[in-house]
């Protein structure tokens, strides 16, 4: 009974898309480069590869092998090849580079960074790109964000969403989290980059300058989250909401 309420719910929801007035197109590719024109695109809504949490080709290849067997034929371009790609698979997966952990890092970034550099070339001035993340870690964040920054993007604003079932995470135990974070991004037009010593520094001092005294040391995360060795890699911002409660 619980699974025909399902069917109906879907059922119901794509009967909804159906009265959407424009018709869409569906393409399959690597996110790393497109043929779109420069500029073309009003806006970006992504949900990006989740840093190590999966690896979602090798997932994939368990539906591809009977896919191809069973519609393959119709789609004889998608089901080319003997199992899915995995190359250019925007993961950091260190079994992919024997088992060196900085180099999987490095991969991870270098992939993202060159997909959002192609977001970044699609989007017209001003419009915005929207990605969806998750991430326990402070490592999964920083690698995206400085791969966003890297592209020539700035971030405008965060929504936290609640978008997981809790019971299919507590199964999976993984990396993922319940809430994912709704990241509005927009290019950064100005070349100029900023200095943390010259405009930064003096500024947070003058706001709370003995928070500020604390933050120069790098501390354990007491939060929970953190990278592989406990610590946060946080060093400012942290430290002075902490001053300040
Ligand atoms: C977080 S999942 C998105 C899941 C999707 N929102 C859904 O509900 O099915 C990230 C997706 O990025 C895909 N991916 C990984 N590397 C990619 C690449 N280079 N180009 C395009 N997609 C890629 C993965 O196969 C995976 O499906």
């Known amino acids: 009974m619980r699974g025909q309420a399902r069917l ?3 059922a119901l929801r794509l009967k909804s ?20 024109p420069d500029r073309s695109f009003d806006a970006i809504i992504t949900d990006p590869p989740y840093y190590d949490s999966r690896s979602y080709s090798n997932l994939s290849d368990h539906f591809y092998v009977w896919h191809k067997r069973s519609v393959g034929h119709l789609y004889s371009s998608d ?6 790609p995995k190359k250019t698979e925007a993961i950091a997966a260190s079994y992919r580079h024997d088992g060196n952990r900085k180099a999987a890092d490095v991969f991870y ?8 550099a192609e977001a970044h070339r699609l989007l017209k001035p001003g419009a915005p790109m929207v990605c969806v993340y998750a991430h326990k870690t402070t490592a999964g964040w920083t ?20 978008m997981e079932r809790k019971a299919r995470q507590n199964a999976l135990e993984t990396a993922a989290l319940a809430s994912s974070i709704l990241l509005v991004v927009r290019r950064r037009e ?5 200095s943390y010593e010259r405009a930064v520094r003096p500024e947070l001092e003058n706001y ?6 604390n933050s120069l040391v790098f501390r354990r995360s007491r ?7 406990g610590w946060s890699g946080v060093e400012g911002v942290h430290q002075i909401w902490k001053g300040r409660v």
């Open 17 to 36: 898309f159906c009265s959407v007035p424009r018709s869409a197109t569906v393409v399959r590719g690597s996110a790393l480069s497109t043929e779109w």
């Open 190 to 194: 100005e070349t100029e980059t900023g």
């Open 79 to 84: 089901f080319a090849a003997q199992l899915t």
């Open 109 to 116: 970034e270098g992939a993202m960074q060159k997909a959002f």
């Open 208 to 213: 709370s300058p003995r928070a500020c005294r």
């Open 223 to 229: 939060s929970g989250l953190g990278d592989r060795n």
């Open 8 to 10: 109906d719910t879907y």
């Open 143 to 162: 690698t995206l964000i400085n791969a966003m920054r890297a592209a020539g993007f700035a971030v405008v604003e965060a929504w936290p969403i609640e």
